[in-house]
């Protein structure tokens, strides 16, 4: 639903007004949800380019934020870049 179209069905004509009810809206569901960010770690396997994420190793997942890789020369952890649109999978590469 468009703002216009919210504000035809409330009888608003003032836009600023119904952007401060609708954000102040959007900010108390926010407030409502409970926030659950849980880290699991797995093992790297030689040749492997895929790996599972399913509730099994990680309980009620929803969303990866984030994946990063252990330098363990350095002790630091490098972020995996996220990568965006389709992607193929190849079964002889899983």
């Given amino acids: 639903m468009k703002v216009k179209e919210l504000m035809e069905r409330v009888g608003s004509t003032n836009f600023g007004f119904t952007k401060a009810y609708i954000t102040d809206g959007m900010r108390e569901i926010n407030s409502l949800i409970e926030e ?3 880290i ?5 396997v030689k040749d492997q380019r895929y790996y599972n994420l ?10 990866v934020l984030n994946v990063a ?3 363990s020369d350095s002790g ?3 972020n995996i870049g ?12 899983t």
Avoid: C, E, M
Wanted: aromatic share 2%; proline share 6%.
């Fill in 36 to 38: 659950s960010v849980n």
């Fill in 40 to 44: 699991a770690k797995t093992d790297l």
């Fill in 54 to 63: 399913s509730d099994d190793n990680i309980p009620g997942l929803v969303k």
């Fill in 69 to 71: 890789i252990l330098d």
């Fill in 76 to 78: 630091t952890y490098t």
């Fill in 82 to 93: 996220r990568v965006v649109g389709p992607t193929s999978v190849d079964k002889d590469q």
